[in-house]
């Protein structure tokens, strides 16, 4: 650890001098001094990956359950900007009681705090640790993109059972990781081979992390360009042209579709609508997501669409979205603009009492429409096909 310091302050010292430098070089051996004294702590029968942030958590879960016989307080308060966390565990086999204290500027990071100093002082328990190796090697495996193989043998002359754990890299078959191990029982050694394993990759374990966040981050941009394009080819369309009312009329509809297909426990249909300024106005993106047995029997498959509306405002915005998804799945017939505006003259017409002029115009409407489309109010439109698309 010392040699590490040492030459990582050598480097630094040809780039720093004066203040600089010797600021830098206290912060490193503060850091590697806390580091050394953290890992000089950790029993030996836990690995110091298991006190990572990511992990200490999951440790603690994992003895909370497996371990028999255990009563856990935890307590928490905040004073003077810092949380204090309390951890007691008592056994009740014997009513030895363990307690520590976690300090730290957030609740979480006093609960870890406390934590780490309860899983230093517990005892050995194989049980637990074999679920952690478990974990441990299952979040490496995946993290550096392997196939997994396991085998068993056992051994005639000493009686034990001996495992053997091999992983691949899917994308580079070349490279492997092996890992042995040996026990009394499959469970035993299995848990010790995926220990080999383990310690056999966990160097490359940050050479993974920083792909990962490269693909995450080609991921992310191929969805912003997918998302460049929509707004592109959403940009050549026109505003809508619906009015307030039929505005109110439709959300109140998509709403109430929606809120009862959530509830379907076959659909569970989720509604999600996003709003962006756009050259014309705002442009929003109505996202469902629900479950399908449409493809056969089984287990139901995910599926999503997604559609645009742009308009002046953000409300009529989101109602032609939502008026385009109603339309896409036959829970609104296709009508344009010009037929929506002449229906809520209509609608109109017949509140105000002025029936003939009503009628006229419907009869007009009659002869210019294709003979599946309905001049009738969204919310009318929409109360009854539900069951249909609930279907």
Not at 207 to 215: K, Y
Request: hydrophobic residues 40%.
């Amino acid at each position: 650890m010392l040699s590490n310091l040492r030459s990582l302050v050598s480097r630094e010292a040809l780039v720093l001098s004066g203040a600089n430098f010797q600021r830098l070089a206290l912060t490193r051996l503060r850091r590697f001094a806390s580091a050394a004294a953290a890992a000089a702590d950790i029993p030996t029968y836990h690995h110091p990956d298991m006190y990572r942030d990511d992990m200490i958590i999951n440790l603690y879960a994992v003895h909370r359950q497996e371990m028999p016989n255990i009563m856990v307080s935890e307590k928490s308060e905040l004073s003077r900007g810092q949380f204090r966390t309390t951890i007691s565990w008592t056994f009740g086999n014997t009513l030895e009681t363990l307690t520590a204290d976690g300090v730290d500027r957030s609740k979480k990071g006093a609960k870890k705090d406390a934590v780490r100093k309860i899983m230093k002082a517990l005892p050995q328990h194989d049980k637990s640790l074999g679920v952690m190796w478990r974990q441990m090697a299952g979040t490496l495996a995946k993290l550096l993109g392997v196939k997994q193989d396991i085998s068993h043998s056992p051994d005639t002359a000493s009686g034990l059972i001996t495992c053997h754990v091999e992983w691949t890299d899917i994308e580079d078959p070349s490279r492997q990781w092996i890992g042995r191990g040996s026990g009394s029982t499959r469970d035993e050694a299995e848990v010790r081979a995926l220990q080999d394993v383990y310690l056999a990759a966990a160097p490359s374990r940050e050479q993974a992390a920083v792909a990962q966040v490269q693909r995450r981050h080609e991921l992310q941009k191929a969805e912003a360009a997918r998302m460049a394009a929509d707004l592109e080819a959403a940009s050549a369309g026109t505003a809508s042209m619906l009015s307030q009312k039929q505005a109110s009329e439709i959300m109140i509809a998509h709403n109430y579709m929606t809120q009862r297909l959530f509830h379907n426990p076959v659909v569970q249909l989720r509604s999600n609508l996003v709003v962006v300024p756009h050259e014309l106005g705002y442009l929003a993106t109505c996202e469902w997501s629900w479950y399908s047995r449409e493809d056969g029997p089984g287990n139901p498959r995910k599926k999503s669409a997604s559609t645009n509306g742009i308009a002046a405002n953000q409300k009529i915005a989101k109602a032609e979205a939502c008026r385009l998804m109603l339309e896409k799945y036959g829970a609104l017939q296709p009508i344009s603009a010009e037929q929506w505006r002449l229906a809520d003259t209509i609608n109109g017409m017949v509140i105000s009492c002025n029936i003939d002029q009503a009628v006229q115009k419907a009869a007009e409407a009659i002869g210019e429409t294709p003979k599946d489309a309905r001049l009738f109010s969204a919310a009318d439109k929409l109360r009854r096909p539900f069951g249909v698309v609930a279907a």
